[in-house]
């Protein structure tokens, strides 16, 4: 199952929901962090950076290197 920011929408399956929740609270507090700014929040990397006082191209590496963690989780472990 690819792994997409959309997956957090309303409209998304309970079990789907379920199986991202379960993987995005094992990932570190700080890439947990600039998924939820990012996706739920709508932050900007510029107003992340100001937000958590941290460099704009730190929190995109971050961001991208995060949603590749929870892919990764996800489907090593998606029936």
Known sequence: MPFSPFLFCHKQKIEEKELINKYYDNLPAKDRSVIYYKIIEELSFE????????????????????????????????N
């Open 47 to 78: 107003e992340m950076g100001a937000k958590l006082d941290e460099k704009e191209t730190t929190l995109r590496s971050r961001y991208k290197r995060a949603l590749d963690k929870l892919k990764r989780m996800i489907g090593n472990n998606y």
